[in-house]
């Protein structure tokens, strides 16, 4: 189509299958824009033993709108429930913009026997996904949930406070379909979501990015974006719900800048028998609202079977200093000892309960400390060896200032985190 395309009011593509063959494939070009307005939609689906159709799309501008409808409107793919077949694969390319609102989708699900086909979304410019708008392959059978491959140059999920999913989600649910031969519940598997960013990631307003599993393994969910990832009011979660002894899915996060603004990063078992469930954030900064990770309000957790791991060179956060094992410091080569106390730390009073900075007596801490009954009289500055710094600290919360020695010498933040 040179121009542009619109489906709306209940127009649709559709190829499906009812036997053994296979449907065909729907191939859709647009030069300009492509928009799938109020129940309009492209769609393969099989009812038999026969594979539903691939979908496939290219436009400059892709909107999928469903006005806050309650009938169905984007580009979907299923194996309906009774069937053998596979769901088809949905290829979706968009050269400036894929925008998916008001409850707009793109989905590929089976209720059947088949596999969830791949969803992959390639766009030169930016995703937005809005007020209930969703892209997710789910099984609600024995079949397997899909793979999600997104890239963009931009990506922006925004629930706009709908309580309703508004999102990226692979789900492996339970119904009368998730019944196998022998009536036992199928230990179907979620898919992984695979989200490469070149720009900014931005996660707001009750959005979320998950996946989920009853009786079979959890979805992996990687996230690699170029400059920012910044989740408010927002989600993302991978979760095991049965008492299963299935691997539950990871959470792998790299990107320069990550921000939280009571927002949430969780990977979650119902019970300590399921494995994995790690959580892996690589950031060059981490920044949460009030200075604050281990609050209700922002939450960075990993499974009780699995491992947190957060590589951070700089973390604006309160934090717990540990002892890390690194070899001392060429003196004669600096030209002068990093650790003399010339080299000033600072501590400063916060008034809670802290734990000890350091082990090695040698150094010594600059301590500022401020009159705990008034904090606008005068700091007073005293010079402590290390045991009485810690001594110090085990009874009051400070905000430690490291020198350039101590950076050196005790350089790894461990982000405390309450597993229970």
Same mark, same amino acid.
């Given at each position: 189509?040179?121009? !542009?395309?619109?489906?709306?009011?209940?127009?649709?593509?559709?190829?499906?299958?009812?036997?053994?063959?296979?449907?065909?494939?729907?191939?859709?070009?647009?030069? +300009?824009?492509?928009?799938?307005? &109020?129940?309009?939609?492209?769609?393969?689906?099989?009812?038999?033993?026969?594979?539903?159709?691939?979908?496939?799309?290219?436009?400059?501008?892709?909107?999928?709108?469903?006005?806050?409808?309650?009938?169905?409107?984007?580009?979907?793919? $299923?194996?309906?429930?009774?069937?053998?077949?596979?769901?088809?694969?949905?290829?979706?390319?968009?050269?400036?913009?894929?925008?998916?609102?008001?409850?707009?989708?793109?989905?590929?699900?089976?209720?059947?026997?088949?596999? $969830?086909?791949?969803?992959?979304?390639?766009?030169?410019?930016?995703?937005?996904?809005?007020?209930?708008?969703?892209?997710? /392959?789910? /099984?609600?059978?024995?079949?397997?949930?899909?793979?999600?491959?997104?890239?963009?140059?931009?990506?922006?999920?925004?629930?706009?406070?709908?309580?309703?999913? /508004?999102?990226?989600?692979?789900?492996?649910? =339970? &119904?009368?379909?998730?019944?196998?031969?022998?009536?036992?519940?199928?230990?179907?598997?979620?898919?992984?979501?695979?989200?490469?960013?070149?720009? /900014?990631?931005?996660?707001?307003?009750?959005?979320?990015?998950?996946?989920?599993?009853?009786?079979?393994?959890?979805?992996?969910?990687? =996230?690699?974006?170029? %400059?920012?990832?910044?989740?408010?009011?927002?989600?993302? %979660?991978?979760?095991?719900?049965?008492?299963?002894?299935? %691997?539950? *899915?990871?959470?792998?996060?790299?990107?320069?800048?990550?921000?939280?603004?009571?927002?949430?990063?969780?990977?979650? #078992?119902? !019970?300590? +028998?399921?494995?994995? *469930?790690?959580?892996?954030?690589?950031? !060059?900064?981490?920044?949460?609202?009030?200075?604050?990770?281990?609050?209700?309000?922002?939450?960075? %957790?990993?499974? &009780?079977?699995?491992?947190?791991?957060?590589?951070?060179?700089?973390?604006?956060?309160?934090?717990?200093?540990?002892?890390?094992?690194?070899?001392?410091?060429?003196?004669?080569?600096?030209?002068?000892?990093?650790?003399?106390?010339?080299?000033?730390?600072?501590?400063?009073?916060?008034?809670?309960?802290?734990?000890?900075?350091?082990?090695?007596?040698?150094?010594?801490?600059? =301590?500022?400390?401020?009159?705990?009954?008034?904090?606008?009289?005068?700091?007073?500055?005293?010079?402590? !060896?290390?045991?009485?710094?810690?001594?110090?600290?085990?009874?009051?919360?400070?905000? =430690? #200032?490291?020198?350039?020695?101590?950076? +050196?010498?005790?350089?790894?933040?461990?982000?405390?985190?309450?597993?229970?």
């Amino acid at each position: 189509v040179n121009e !542009t395309l619109q489906l709306s009011n209940g127009g649709i593509i559709n190829s499906g299958t009812f036997g053994t063959g296979d449907a065909g494939t729907i191939i859709v070009t647009v030069n +300009e824009a492509l928009q799938l307005l &109020d129940e309009g939609r492209i769609s393969t689906n099989t009812s038999s033993t026969g594979e539903a159709g691939n979908i496939d799309i290219t436009a400059r501008q892709l909107i999928i709108d469903g006005l806050g409808g309650s009938i169905y409107t984007g580009i979907s793919s $299923a194996a309906e429930p009774g069937s053998d077949g596979n769901a088809g694969m949905i290829t979706v390319a968009a050269n400036e913009i894929l925008q998916v609102v008001n409850g707009g989708r793109i989905n590929s699900d089976t209720f059947g026997a088949g596999d $969830a086909g791949t969803i992959i979304v390639t766009v030169n410019g930016v995703l937005q996904l809005l007020d209930e708008g969703r892209i997710s /392959t789910n /099984t609600s059978s024995t079949g397997e949930a899909g793979n999600i491959d997104i890239t963009a140059r931009q990506l922006i999920i925004d629930g706009l406070g709908s309580n309703i999913f /508004t999102g990226i989600s692979s789900y492996a649910l =339970i &119904d009368s379909n998730a019944l196998d031969d022998s009536n036992t519940l199928a230990d179907s598997n979620a898919g992984t979501v695979n989200i490469d960013i070149g720009n /900014t990631v931005e996660v707001l307003n009750n959005g979320q990015i998950s996946t989920s599993s009853v009786n079979g393994r959890g979805g992996d969910i990687y =996230i690699n974006s170029g %400059k920012l990832v910044q989740l408010q009011n927002a989600t993302i %979660k991978t979760s095991v719900e049965g008492d299963v002894s299935e %691997k539950a *899915g990871n959470i792998t996060i790299t990107v320069p800048v990550l921000v939280l603004n009571n927002a949430k990063i969780l990977a979650s #078992t119902l !019970t300590t +028998e399921t494995t994995g *469930g790690d959580v892996d954030i690589t950031a !060059t900064q981490l920044i949460a609202s009030g200075n604050d990770f281990n609050s209700e309000d922002n939450v960075i %957790k990993a499974a &009780d079977s699995g491992i947190l791991n957060i590589t951070s060179p700089e973390l604006n956060i309160v934090g717990v200093l540990a002892n890390v094992e690194i070899p001392s410091l060429d003196i004669e080569r600096i030209g002068q000892d990093p650790c003399s106390r010339s080299r000033e730390n600072s501590l400063r009073n916060l008034g809670h309960g802290g734990t000890p900075a350091f082990q090695h007596e040698e150094n010594y801490i600059r =301590i500022n400390r401020a009159n705990d009954s008034d904090p606008n009289s005068n700091i007073q500055q005293n010079d402590l !060896t290390t045991s009485q710094a810690n001594s110090l600290a085990n009874q009051t919360e400070y905000t =430690i #200032t490291l020198s350039e020695c101590s950076k +050196e010498q005790h350089s790894l933040l461990n982000l405390q985190q309450d597993a229970h």
